[in-house]
């Protein structure tokens, strides 16, 4: 296999080969033009955008700055909305469903490395997807940890670092991550805020 191939199987792989450093300068490239390009230019964000991703669904918005390791192993789906300074590392995959909402300062970590110190000292990695389901919200500050997934409609307290996989129709909080209620009929009625939701 492939360096990039092993990467996308969820095996070692050493990072520094040449085709996915290749992959990553040319991420970082659009990801720089896109952070400094005005937001009066949409059309030229959009351009951008769809050339980072591979594709853009209907209502895809990234407030800049946004950084991204490969860009094309995102796959969002329509009406996605990141806030400032989301970071987001697909080497393993991200999945991303429809009306998903990022507060400020969200990380999706698809990279991780070998507890072993030798082996990390070599500087090899692993990646695993990150799958997040439609309507979910991860607030301000959420880390997403390699190979989570976070169910439809779920909500993710600010701050949280998920380790684990969260259930769909769940608020959810803390470090780590866990569930803290259902989502339950009559909540918007009930509710207005995040803290109130949380119980806070």
């Known amino acids: ?32 033009d896109y952070n400094a390009t005005s937001p009066e230019n949409t059309g030229r964000l959009q351009v951008l ?3 980072l991703l591979g594709c853009l669904p209907e209502g895809i918005h990234l407030e800049p700055p946004f950084y991204c390791d490969y860009g094309c ?4 789906g329509a009406w996605f ?12 995959g991200v999945e991303i469903g429809e009306d998903v909402l990022f507060g400020p300062n969200v990380g999706i970590y698809t990279s991780g490395h070998p507890l072993d110190p030798e082996l990390r000292a070599s500087g090899q990695e692993y990646a695993l997807p990150v799958r997040i389901g439609d309507r979910v919200w991860l607030g301000g500050n959420v880390v997403v940890n ?20 969260i259930p769909a129709n769940v608020i959810a909080a803390g470090n780590p991550c866990r569930v803290l209620r259902p989502l339950e009929p009559g909540m918007k009625e009930r509710f207005r805020t995040a803290d109130e939701l949380l119980g806070l």
């Open 1 to 32: 296999m492939t360096e990039e191939e092993k990467m996308r199987s969820g095996v070692i792989y050493a990072p520094g080969a040449p085709e996915l450093a290749r992959l990553r300068a040319r991420a970082k490239k659009l990801v720089f």
């Open 49 to 51: 955008l769809k050339e």
């Open 73 to 76: 192993y995102i796959k969002a």
């Open 81 to 92: 909305y990141a806030n400032h300074n989301c970071v987001i590392l697909d080497a393993g």
């Open 146 to 165: 390699p190979g989570v997934t976070i169910g439809e409609n779920s909500v993710i307290g600010s701050g949280s670092v998920v380790t684990r996989d």
